[in-house]
């Protein structure tokens, strides 16, 4: 057996499978794999009681101020869209601290989130031209149920079971935990140990002594991994209509520079948790089947703007560059295009839900396709906006029936074609606020 392709399954994909998989054994086997092909040079000093790193170091210095803020520290592709990172798991949690929390407790989360922040650089490393992410980035949300049990719920949070009624789902849906912590990584193994450290399943952490954990505060209740990347879903789903380099399931890259707002335009302006940010998180499952079942030319259509030209935006959204086409005119002209065309987009779609310097109110950088669910793949949604209300309106345009033509449901945008598993709502305070706040 080679060492990088245990039980014979490619690198990528055994990462893949090991991130999915969780827990040390899981760390150990990916660690093996990834410390030789990204480790590296490490100038970290070393004292008695730490050992060598296998990745670079941190500096507490280096992290910034907002938990949501990664921006500086993440990969940029040619025309300057940031590129999230390959590996991404949202940890759910159950409070299990005393109420209110002591500051002993508050002392322990802090102390094991800067250990994190200590063992592995942020992202990038703040490093402008970096190819990929050697370090870790990651955000600490929670949820109107653990605010409401240590005190009163910040000005913004909705609760999950409200978003999904006003969203027109069951509110059976709703995630039951207390806080998620989301990570990404370049690095699985990096991500791995991250969490196995929060847990105290290991006992160092790139070298470092892991002196404090969530252990008695946080148990682990659900996780939810994805992955993103060029090439990553057709390697990995078993659907052969996904394109070969699409780095999404449904075939398109998300994210472009005109449509992802700026970190200041999803920060919390006022009161006890300025400058945190809040976070929707679900799992979506796609019907990747009858989504296929139609041609390049219809997806497109459906995925961006029937008024566009698919040569424009390319197999996989590859030819859009930097902006991904959508105009103030294509948001306003849907009805025309749906008598027109007789199908809607989208993107064109979600893009009336921008504010009046029409900039978008969500910022999705943390999305990733999972093959965990029946019939087919799923997708993890994670966006950040200042208040739960900016993610309901912008969720509320994708519904056919906020729409008085009658374009077929199948036709309307991607709505027909996703299903919501599960769904969450959670503030991620300002990092000087981030261990167990209390309003
Ligand atoms: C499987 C699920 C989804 C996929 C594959 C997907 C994919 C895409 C793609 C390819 C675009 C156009 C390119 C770009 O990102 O700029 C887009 C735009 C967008 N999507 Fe989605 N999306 C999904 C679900 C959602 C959901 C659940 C929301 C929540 C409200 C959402 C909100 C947005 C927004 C706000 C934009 C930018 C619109 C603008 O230009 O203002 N998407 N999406």
Not at 242 to 251: R, T
Not at 382 to 397: C, G, L
Request: charged share 30%; aromatic share 6%; net charge negative.
């Amino acid at each position: 057996m080679r060492s990088d392709e245990p039980r014979g399954l490619p690198r990528r994909s055994f990462v893949r499978a090991a991130v999915a998989i969780g827990g040390t054994s899981a760390l150990s086997a990916c660690l093996e794999t990834e410390r030789d092909r990204l480790g590296g040079e490490n100038s970290a000093q070393t004292t008695s009681d730490e050992s060598e790193p296998t990745f670079p170091r941190g500096d507490l210095d280096a992290v910034p101020a907002g938990q949501h803020r990664w921006g500086a520290s993440l990969v940029r592709d040619s025309h300057g869209n940031t590129v999230p990172p390959q590996q991404l798991v949202a940890v759910g949690m159950t409070y299990e601290g005393s109420v209110p929390p002591t500051d002993d407790e508050r002392a322990r989360v802090e102390d094991a989130l800067r250990l994190l922040e200590r063992a592995f650089q942020w992202g990038t490393g703040g490093n402008a031209g970096a190819p990929f992410h050697r370090g870790l980035l990651f955000m600490l949300g929670y949820a109107p149920r653990y605010f409401d049990q240590v005190g009163s719920v910040p000005d913004g949070l909705a609760t999950p079971e409200s978003v999904l009624e006003a969203v027109g789902e069951d509110p059976a849906k709703a995630d039951g935990y207390d806080a998620v912590l989301i990570l990404t990584s370049d690095i699985g193994s990096v991500l791995l140990a991250a969490e196995a450290a929060l847990f105290g399943e290991v006992d160092e952490l790139n070298g470092l002594p892991v002196e404090s954990t969530f252990e008695g505060v946080f148990s682990k209740a659900g996780r939810h991994v994805g992955y993103v990347g060029k090439g990553l879903p057709a390697d990995k789903l078993d659907n052969e209509d996904v394109p070969e380099d699409a780095p999404l399931s449904m075939g398109y890259k998300s994210g472009f520079r005109d449509n992802l707002p700026s970190e200041d335009r999803v920060t919390i302006d006022e009161g006890p948790m300025a400058g945190g940010t809040t976070i929707a998180s679900s799992t979506l499952r796609i019907d990747l089947d009858r989504w296929y079942d139609q041609g390049q030319e219809e997806r497109t259509a459906e995925m961006f703007c029937p008024a566009h030209d698919p040569d424009d935006i390319g197999d996989t959204g590859d030819k859009l560059g930097g902006d991904s086409g959508v105009t103030e005119s294509d948001a306003e002209n849907v009805d025309a295009h749906a008598e027109e065309y007789g199908r809607v987009g989208h993107t064109q779609k979600v893009a009336r839900a921008r504010d009046d310097d029409f900039e978008a109110r969500i910022l999705r950088r943390t999305e990733g396709v999972a093959d965990t669910v029946r019939d087919g793949a799923a997708f993890q949604f994670n966006s950040i906006q200042e208040t739960m209300a900016d993610f309901v309106e912008t969720r509320k345009t994708m519904d056919p029936d906020e729409y008085d033509h009658d374009v077929p449901a199948e036709d309307h945008g991607i709505d027909d074609y996703l299903e919501t598993l599960r769904r969450g709502s959670y503030l991620a305070p300002p990092r000087e606020k981030r261990a167990l706040p209390v309003i």
